[in-house]
């Protein structure tokens, strides 16, 4: 069988078995595809079965020249996973990248926005447009509910639950929860859904999708990064953010504000609270900050 034949039944365990959401399975396929690239740029022809770690390893070298550690360490993990699959399937005996060391990554804190700065970007939005209403309240959403731009993107009208204060959102691996909805986020909802939405020519399929673009469609992950790329140009802001930023500040400023670790992993939807724990690091610098400008002996005691 050739590569893309064991592919296309990898993705299917990855679906069927593991419940995992397409852009997982994309993002593990890629990587075996651009190991696909590299033994075909070097007219290696060698299945999935036969390769050998000296192969993989050519092939981890000359990625090492092209990416950083992170993304070096993302691609072994998810060789590994594919390969793991094989040996599973009874393909082959052994896997190729057992004794490949992942590169040490450290932990890399994530972005955040200040308050000031998020108020900064939505009042950047122009409001004289069907799209500003849209978008204000998209971001509204991000930040105040603390989603992943794929769960914002997919979110349904019927998974608002406003009477109730919440809302059902679907993330990785079709995983449900609610998570709170505070009311301005609620109320902007509401003016893009009562006011805006409403004279749309929804196309078939996407009548029960909350967020739609100006032809009916649900929107793509890459037009919500475009949005709030424009946005920060507009402000001149001097950082680099995503939809992830908002989500980020989302847990940090809870946490800043006292909220307890377990009930932001519920939010987030961390599966483990070893993931949420990063903003324990974010907080304790926050902390510091506090210290230092707040605390009577911040600069030590003279006269002794």
């Known amino acids: 069988m050739k ?17 995992l959401s397409k852009n997982t399975i994309d993002n593990y396929s890629f990587d075996i595809e651009r190991l696909c690239l590299f033994l075909e740029e070097n007219t290696m022809v060698v299945s999935p079965i036969k390769i050998r770690e000296e192969t993989i390893q050519q092939f981890i070298y000359s990625v090492s020249k092209e990416v950083n550690p992170r993304s070096q360490a993302r691609i072994i993990s998810g060789l590994k996973s594919f390969f793991s699959y094989l040996i599973f399937e009874d393909y082959r005996a052994d896997n190729p990248l057992e004794l490949i060391e992942t590169p040490k990554t450290g932990r890399k804190l994530p972005d955040t926005l200040s308050v000031d700065e998020i108020d900064k970007l939505i009042l950047a939005i122009d409001l004289n447009t069907n799209e500003g209403e849209r978008n204000r309240a998209m971001l509204e959403t991000l930040y105040g509910c603390g989603l992943r731009v794929s769960e ?12 109730e204060g919440f809302i059902k959102i679907t993330g990785k691996g079709n995983k449900q ?69 908002l989500r980020h500040s989302f847990a940090t400023h809870l946490l800043e504000n006292g909220a307890d670790l377990r009930s932001i992993q519920l939010m987030l939807g961390h599966e483990s609270i070893t993931t949420t724990e990063i903003y324990v690091h974010l907080d304790r610098r926050f902390l510091a900050e506090v210290m230092n400008a707040f605390h009577p002996r911040k600069q030590g005691v003279e006269g002794k």
């Open 3 to 19: 590569w893309e034949t064991y592919i296309k039944s990898y993705q299917s365990y990855l679906r069927i078995e593991r419940g």
């Open 152 to 163: 914002l993107v997919s979110l349904k009208i019927s998974d608002l639950f406003f009477d």
């Open 177 to 245: 929860r609610f998570v709170p909805i505070g009311s301005l986020t609620q109320k902007y909802i509401q003016i893009y859904r009562d006011f805006i939405r409403i004279h749309l020519n929804v196309k078939k399929g996407f009548d029960d999708t909350l967020f739609l673009n100006r032809r009916g469609r649900q929107l793509s992950r890459a037009m919500i990064f475009t949005v709030i790329k424009d946005l920060a140009t507009k402000i001149e802001l001097n950082k680099s953010i995503s939809p992830h930023t």
